[in-house]
Structures are given as C-alpha cells and as structure tokens.
C-alpha cells in the first residue's frame, strides 16, 4: 500500500516542524487527491440543487448525487439503493433511529448496548431512559477486551426492542462477532443496529450477510469529507418509521391540514443536503474498492502486528485491549506518565496520535483509567510511522524517568 501514500498530499507536510506521522485514523482519515477534485469538479462545473429542479444542471447534480446510493449499495452489499439514506454522519443516524423507533415504546421496554459503544450510541439511549424510562442492558467487556457473551441471550426479553452494538471498538479495535449476535438476537424477534463507523473503513461490510436491520457509518472516516454518513436499514423497517425532519424534499403533497410523505429514503432527508459531501463520499468508497477491501485489511494487520511487537518490548507499556481478531487500533498506557502528556511530546516529535477517552468514559471506568493513547492505522500508513512512533515513546521514557 506504499503507492497509496502518493494519493494524500497532507503526508508531505510536517507537524511541530517535523515530517508528520499521522496516526489518527480512527478519530478521521485523511483525504485522497481523488476525493477532492470530485468535489472541486461538482463546484466548478455541475453545482445546482437537486431533485426539484427541471433544468439541466439541476439534473447533473441530482444524477452525480442519486449514483452515490448505488455505489454505497455496492460498498455495503445492500439489496437496493432505497435502503441508503443519507445522515450527518454515525452520531445523526442513531439520533434518527432513536427518534422513530421509539415512538412507540414506554416505560420498562429494554435496549441492549455494550460496554465498548461510543457515546453516539450510548446517550441518545439515555437520552430516552431519562424521558421514557426505558432500561439499558450492557453486555460486558472481558479483560482482554471482547465481549463477554456468556449471558447475552438471557438478556433479551419480550421487552427488549433493540440490539445496538459497534461492529469494531474504537478503543480496543475489537472486532465483535456481529452475525452471531445478530442470529441470536434475531431468534427473539429483536432488530439488531450495528455501528460500522470503525469497520466500515477496513473491512468487507456485507448486510445481507450480516442479517443486520440497520448499519450506519460515516464518511470521514472512510477517506471522505466530514458531515455526511450513511443509514442503512431493511426495506420493512424504512416503510414502517416516521419521518424524522420536516422540511423540503420529505414531501409528496403539503397542506396547512395535512401532509403526505415520500418514501424512503428520501422520506429521511428533509432539507438541501450536502449534495457535494454526497459526491465526496462516492469517490472516497470507489477509492477504498480500487484498493480491494482484502488487501487493505491485511496491510493494516501487518501494521498492527509490527507495532504491538515493538510496544510490547517497552517497559512500562501497557496494551489495552488484546482480544482477536482486532482492527489497526492500539490503545495504551504508561506507567507513571499521563495519556495527556504522552500525547504532548509525542505532537512535539511529529506524532500525530489520540490522547483522550475517546468519546467511550463507560470503558475507560471499565479498565481503570482515565484515558489512554491510542494509534490508528489507514491505508497510508507504513512500518516508518510506527517507528517514529517508537522513538517518540522512548523519548517521553527519557523526559519521564
């Protein structure tokens, strides 16, 4: 994947005046040349807004737009283009499932989450504890960071309305065992949510295979721009919820009496959207598939192997989270020195890294810490960045003691 590097001009670049290493995938990639110019080119020469206009530009912008459905389709191997509705991103898709899935819930129904789950899919659940008094069951996190299963099933209930759960911890890089989950959840009659925003840039995500209702994921961490994500959810669960938004382009008739509504998807997306972002997002996903989804996957285990070896022959480091199979995310801590100044001398050496709770202070309490630093590898990245990685390490062990 060294040719891949080529592809991302801001590598070129240096940070605190030395060359960067930039090894915060996890939290956002950067973008390829290719994602760029998409963008540029809907700017300069096809700009107009979509769906309602009659006249020709309108009418390119709405075509480069509705082709990036089939491109996601493609991505995700989803049955149809109308069962991808286009979000702000991860965060605004659970938001929307929140929101109409439980319009008809009451006190005492139950969501299941896991320990790992980003705040994206932890408050807007406790959002709706606070309001309706629903009940969140949590599936635990074993010490070297997959999800303890063991009672899982016992957990779901004829109350139980929703499995939600990360496909990939952001922390841990715990990639969890989603068809099982699903299969078992399913057994019950309980729709199931899966958080791609961490696998969908690494793995082959197929739904269909998966058995999940709903998969959501966003754009910027999958090499393209930032407010733009994506919903996927089956055909009967699409037809089934309430709109979301009121606004323009939801609509089939508007009366001060009455109002019908379009399907979906585009039952979901009130409003102008980021039509180029859109576009942003279709190049960012035929980038990743030029680049086979496979060979990605491997290049980054490489990665992660070299540089788990290399931390571990580190006195004083320790890895959080070492349950198989994982992602190209390493998290961890050293004794005597905080993350916060872990990650101030490393920015210093041109390190660019995580130090943080990483949005997940549910699995910071769970291993006992109160952030930890965290590499993360794309397609970009190569065995010298985690060598600069290691020396930047062994430099803030010098400044340390």
Same mark, same amino acid.
């Given at each position: 994947m060294n040719n891949a590097r080529n592809d991302f001009p801001i590598l070129s670049s240096t940070n605190r005046g030395k060359p960067l290493v930039y090894l915060d995938s996890a939290s956002s990639a950067q973008k390829p040349k290719a994602v760029v110019e998409a963008m540029s080119s809907f700017y300069y020469k096809d700009y107009a807004?979509?769906? @309602?206009?009659?006249?020709?530009?309108? %009418? @390119?912008?709405?075509? @480069?737009? +509705? +082709? $990036? @459905?089939?491109?996601?389709?493609?991505?995700?191997?989803? =049955?149809?283009?109308?069962?991808?509705?286009?979000?702000?991103?991860?965060?605004?898709?659970?938001?929307?499932?929140?929101? $109409?899935?439980?319009?008809?819930?009451?006190?005492?129904?139950?969501?299941?989450?896991?320990?790992? %789950?980003?705040?994206?899919?932890?408050?807007?659940?406790?959002?709706?504890?606070?309001?309706?008094?629903?009940?969140?069951?949590?599936? =635990?996190?074993?010490?070297?960071?997959?999800?303890?299963? $063991?009672?899982?099933?016992?957990?779901? $209930? =004829?109350?139980?309305?929703?499995?939600?759960?990360?496909?990939?911890?952001?922390?841990?890089?715990t990639i969890n065992p989603i068809k099982h989950i699903t299969a078992i959840a399913h057994q019950h009659g309980v729709p199931v949510m899966i958080d791609g925003a961490q696998a969908a840039p690494h793995l082959s995500v197929d739904v269909q295979d998966l058995d999940c209702d709903f998969y959501v994921f966003s754009s910027h961490k999958c090499y393209g721009p930032t407010g733009v994500g994506v919903l996927y959810a089956k055909s009967p669960w699409l037809n089934a919820m309430p709109p979301y938004q009121g606004g323009g382009d939801m609509i089939e008739t508007v009366a001060f009496d009455k109002v019908t509504y379009a399907k979906a998807p585009h039952k979901f997306e009130a409003g102008t959207p980021d039509i180029a972002g859109v576009i942003g997002l279709n190049a960012a996903l035929q980038y990743l598939m030029q680049h086979n989804m496979q060979t990605i996957y491997e290049h980054e285990q490489q990665l992660l192997s070299y540089a788990t070896n290399a931390l571990m022959q580190i006195p004083g480091v320790r890895i959080i989270g070492t349950a198989t199979p994982k992602l190209g995310v390493i998290s961890f801590v050293m004794d005597g020195v905080h993350p916060h100044d872990m990650g101030t001398v490393l920015d210093a050496e041109g390190v660019a890294v995580r130090a943080s709770h990483h949005c997940a202070m549910p699995l910071m309490t769970r291993f006992g810490v109160p952030a930890t630093v965290r590499a993360s590898f794309g397609i970009y990245n190569n065995t010298d960045d985690v060598d600069a990685l290691i020396r930047a390490i062994h430099e803030i062990k010098r400044l340390f003691g």
């Open positions: 807004n979509i769906h @309602r206009g009659i006249y020709e530009l309108s %009418e @390119r912008a709405t075509k @480069r737009f +509705e +082709e $990036t @459905r089939a491109v996601v389709k493609q991505f995700i191997h989803a =049955p149809d283009v109308n069962n991808i509705v286009f979000v702000k991103g991860t965060t605004e898709g659970m938001n929307l499932l929140a929101s $109409t899935l439980s319009q008809s819930w009451v006190a005492g129904d139950e969501v299941i989450l896991s320990e790992m %789950e980003h705040h994206s899919n932890i408050v807007p659940w406790v959002m709706l504890k606070e309001k309706l008094g629903i009940v969140l069951k949590i599936i =635990p996190v074993t010490d070297e960071g997959a999800l303890d299963l $063991t009672l899982f099933e016992s957990m779901l $209930t =004829p109350k139980t309305k929703l499995v939600s759960i990360t496909h990939a911890s952001n922390v841990l890089g």
